[in-house]
């Protein structure tokens, strides 16, 4: 990959799980550097539905949750849709399976 394809934006379209009771974010699409990391942008999701520090936030990309320190770069490489995105879906507490 050269050194302009790996500091390139990604498009990734961020979802509410339809089951969650947590906030609709008010903007989908963003476009996230590279390198920012998982805990990163949970950071930033956080910020946009503002939800309080104490509220339980996961990230989904497939059916996994990813590792705090995956970077975007990487999730983009691994799940990227055909369309160009890559789409993550977050929700609030996830004990054994069930969505909040």
């Not at 930033?44 to 995956?70: D, M």
Request: aromatic share 12%; net charge negative; hydrophobic share 40%.
């Amino acid at each position: 990959m050269s050194a302009t394809a790996e500091n390139k934006p990604q498009m990734v379209v961020v979802e509410r799980h339809p089951h969650s009771q947590i906030a609709e974010i008010d903007k989908h699409k963003f476009l996230v550097p590279d390198d920012i990391s998982v805990a990163q942008f949970l950071w930033i999701i956080r910020k946009r539905i503002q939800l309080s520090e104490e509220k339980a936030l996961f990230l989904f990309v497939g059916s996994t949750i990813p590792q705090s320190s995956t970077s975007i770069g990487q999730l983009y490489s691994d799940f990227c849709d055909d369309d160009g995105f890559l789409y993550v879906m977050y929700s609030g507490e996830n004990s054994f399976g069930s969505w909040a």
